[in-house]
DNA sequence: TTTCAAATCTAGCGCTTGCTTGGTTTTTGG
DNA sequence: CCAAAAACCAAGCAAGCGCTAGATTTGAAA
């Protein structure tokens, strides 16, 4: 196998490794439930990955790329602060709450991680971190939000985030109405 | 050894387990890395815990409990909805940065609890989240904020829970500025 | 049809895990 | 000072863990 092998094989077991290891946890999924769940025997897992640290990388490295790619279509041809800032926001919790496996999986798990897999996505994470300054940034410097800016970034994330914990997709909100509501409560409305 | 001990001993050795499970997370610390940062030899750890799992959930509710206590402390005698929100907000960040270990572990661990032990821990949350939710309805009510109310109680929260993620306590910024910040932040000046 | 690599299986190794048991030391209350 | 209780230790068991090695099957290209 390649080291960085990305075949479809490949993406369908990262994709339901993300489903196990949000429901149970990394360290509470062993190598043979894993293999279970994608209908073949453990041993043949780590003909697709090197080892089980590698199979977490990858699942969080996905949702993070969906998460990004989300982020920037969202933002194309946007020009105003407040409509970017909301638009961000929608597309946020859209990969968060539609890829959420992959995303509680990064929330939680990162202290698994090797230090190698790890700077590879505090990289990614900081990139991502960095559209978010920007954007709230061009509201402050509008006079749209008052305060100190990286703390505004992390206040709204953490109040984004946190959504995995208790939304409920059958429930009557939209992610659309969530970020909606952030806006407002922030007083972009 | 009594089913529910809460001898001195014990607590002292909860406040260890809740370093060594905030720093590595509940799965990977085993009862002898306890054991060894305990002083002891790792059969003697279950002569004050009937299994690994109990010792998490008595840091999950020592935890709980220390933030209860606080927040009543902190209400005592407030009556304006404002100076309300802004003392639970600084109540929520001092526990959480003070007794750090318990409640990252609270906030990451959960899913590694018995239902039994769950339950418990889940009343003590609800319980918890009436007090907020309570100051928040009365700043809606006052026309202080806008908004869906336990929208806005699940976005404070997750504000101020993330501050656990980034939270440098040898940085300039005291666990009093953040919450000033964040009732800047939703209107409340 | 032959070839060859990718994908899978079979079988199990070496190690660690949470936890138990039975005995010893330390602490404490009368 | 002494007995009972609490705390601890030494030794190890059974189960499960991540992972490996070598053989076998599958599938597409030549």
Chains 1, 2 share one sequence.
């Not at 407040?82 to 890829?99: G, P, Q, V």
């Not at 700077?119 to 978010?132: A, F, H, N, P």
Request: charged share 25%.
């Amino acid at each position: 196998m390649t080291l960085t092998n990305n075949s479809k094989r490949r993406k369908e077991l990262v994709a339901i490794a993300a489903r196990l290891f949000c429901e149970q946890g990394y360290e509470r999924t062993t190598v043979r439930m894993l293999a279970d769940a994608m209908g073949i025997k453990s041993g043949s897992l780590f003909h697709h990955f090197n080892d089980k640290q590698e199979i977490l990388c990858a699942v969080i490295q996905d949702g993070m790329e969906s998460a990004m790619t989300i982020a920037d279509q969202a933002l194309e041809g946007l020009t105003q602060p407040k409509e970017r800032f909301k638009a961000l926001a929608r597309a946020h919790l859209s990969t968060l709450l539609n890829d959420r496996n992959a995303h509680v999986v990064a929330l939680y798990e990162w202290r698994s991680l090797t230090d190698e897999s790890l700077s590879v996505l505090i990289d990614m994470r900081d990139r991502y971190e960095q559209l978010w300054q920007q954007v709230i940034d061009d509201c402050v410097e509008t006079g749209l939000i008052k305060g100190d800016q990286p703390l505004i970034r992390r206040f709204a994330l953490g109040a984004l985030n946190w959504t995995v914990q208790w939304y409920d997709a059958d429930g009557e909100k939209t992610p659309d109405d969530l970020a909606q509501a952030l806006g407002e409560l922030i007083g972009l409305g």
